[in-house]
């Protein structure tokens, strides 16, 4: 019968024979460079975006019973709250939730754990993972660590709020945001014409 | 979030705690791909908060580490099994005979994912009960059950007809 002691002492022997070998990639370093530097243009970028989201948000609001609405630019990294007030003079307040995405995946195929997404996998950039269904051959590309663009306007997907959209003409796409439960962002970009309904169901509040 | 520029204490951290890191997470995960996407993620996320973080960075990336691992194992959970990842096991091959510590690797990748960790973070990183549970955010009690758990059970995976090594080099 095996101690404790024996167990312990040949599982750190298996664990150092296991990872002698095992080394970073020359170029992590430089690459870990990169894409913070990239992150602080996105981060740079969007101090100047917000302001100018805010203002759109702003241009909805309804001054309700004679008081004033005002919409506070929401900072970066932080929870946000937009109030809007309808025309009845009825107030809601709509917390930004925290999101999980949860990507189907396709049983029969390869699959890959993407951050909080699960999805199979078709090819992994600098910033970016690439991936797609199998079935229904939609190609979607998540980026889990996005920047809110200043064009992007707040949608309104049945049951999930605090979402914002941004549509490319160019590449007839359509890109989702949804906030990270770290406080980042996630950006799904997918066709132009894929429903709503479809897109919904991949956002599970973290909140 | 303002996110600052990177000077030369942050290249020194990423010079000496990568492969520290990376084999923690090849342990986790037994996938050498999957460890080197935990540990750029980790990496990243520690340049986010290296105001912060730069006060114990190893301690902030291997939390990350552990965090996504089990982000990992709970995604996995939910499809089908993978074939085919992680080390095999091994035989010894001066005596042909397979090896107690060949066969405990196997074992540790079939454990729960809770206590796959206490094992990596204490026997391969050192860590005390106590870092171990500011790791995985957990109480002391948790890692002492968990251990105890993992150990229970690895005996019952690896079976009674595999030695100890020192006892095989007795043998010969």
């Known amino acids: ?207 | 979030m303002t996110l600052e520029r990177l000077g030369p204490d942050f290249d020194d951290f990423v010079r000496e705690a990568s492969t520290p890191l990376l084999r923690t997470a090849y342990l986790l995960t037994g996938d050498h791909g999957h460890a080197e996407d935990l540990l750029q993620t980790a990496l990243l996320r520690t340049a986010r908060r290296w105001r912060t973080a730069s006060a114990s960075p190893e301690a902030y990336a291997r939390r990350v580490v552990a965090n996504l691992a089990k982000d990992r194992w709970r995604d996995r959970s939910r499809r089908p099994v993978e074939t085919g990842k992680g080390p095999e096991p091994g035989h010894d091959g001066s005596t042909g005979q397979v090896t107690l510590r060949h066969t405990l690797l196997p074992a540790v990748l079939r454990l729960p994912t809770g206590q796959r960790a206490v094992l990596v973070l204490r026997y391969f990183e050192d860590l005390t009960i106590e870092e171990t549970a500011a790791v995985l955010d957990c109480s002391v009690g948790t890692v002492k059950s968990q251990t105890h758990r993992a150990l229970t059970r690895l005996r019952q995976l690896i079976g009674d007809d595999v030695l100890p090594t020192k006892e095989i080099d007795h043998a010969h």
């Open chain 1, 1 to 207: 019968m095996l101690t404790d002691e024996d167990l312990t002492s040949e599982l750190k022997l298996a664990f150092g024979d296991a990872t002698r070998d095992i080394e970073p990639s020359p170029g992590l370093g430089a690459t870990v460079h990169r894409r913070h530097r990239a992150a602080r243009r996105r981060s740079t970028a969007l101090q100047v975006a917000v302001p100018v989201a805010a203002l759109c948000a702003g241009g909805v609001a309804v001054v309700a019973g004679g008081s004033s609405t005002s919409s506070t630019p929401a900072p970066h990294g932080a929870a946000s709250h937009l109030t809007t007030s309808g025309p009845s003079g009825s107030r809601s307040t709509i917390a930004t939730v925290a999101y999980l995405l949860t990507v189907p995946s396709d049983g029969g195929a390869a699959s890959f754990a993407c951050l909080n997404s699960a999805a199979v996998q078709v090819s992994l950039g600098d910033e970016t993972w690439y991936v797609a269904g199998v079935h229904d051959c939609k190609t979607m590309v998540i980026d889990s660590d996005a920047s809110l663009p200043a064009d992007a306007h707040p949608i309104d997907f049945p049951g999930v709020p605090g979402l914002y959209g941004r549509t490319d003409p160019e590449t007839s796409s359509r890109t989702i945001y949804s906030r990270n439960p770290d406080g980042s962002w996630s950006g799904v970009t997918v066709a132009a014409d894929t429903s709503d309904e479809s897109l919904s169901g991949y956002y599970t509040p973290s909140n």
